[in-house]
């Protein structure tokens, strides 16, 4: 019987960012799966993603990703009206901007979102497998 892996890393510091942003390269988001809770300062992505992290790049997996303490987000090159419209996510960065960081999600087509935080709190938490 084969074991059932559901990840979840939690970064707060450059290397587990660069750790979740290698295990989402390649992931697929609709625009209707990106929400901001502004209130509670949560930033989050629904993304299907490849399973590299244990070398079943042929398995596929829902997985939300969580940023923690947002103050702000913009985006640039994506039509929000466009619910059905699928992102590509290449890498997630970080700049750290006099107090404050800005993680960048950066996706195919030049499109990009930028995250205003005070700190790096990401989470990525596998949610089910996708059966073909």
């Known amino acids: 019987m084969d074991k059932k892996y559901l990840a979840k890393i939690i970064a707060s510091d450059n290397e587990g960012l660069q750790m979740i ?3 989402t390269a ?22 299907e993603r490849t399973k590299i992290e244990t070398d079943q790049e042929d398995k596929k997996i829902n997985s939300i990703c969580r940023f923690d303490c947002v103050d702000k987000v ?18 997630i960065d970080y700049l750290k901007n006099n107090e404050d960081y800005e993680i960048n999600l950066i996706f195919s087509n030049n499109a990009h979102i930028a995250l205003t935080t005070e700190t790096i709190e990401v989470r990525l938490e596998d949610q089910s497998e996708i059966k073909d």
Do not use: H, P, R, T
């Open 21 to 23: 942003s290698a295990c």
């Open 26 to 47: 390649g992931a697929k988001i609709k625009v209707s799966d990106i929400k901001y809770l502004a209130e509670n300062k949560v930033f989050l992505l629904s993304i």
């Open 74 to 91: 913009k985006s640039k090159n994506i039509d929000q009206k466009n619910e059905d419209l699928v992102l590509e996510l290449i890498a």
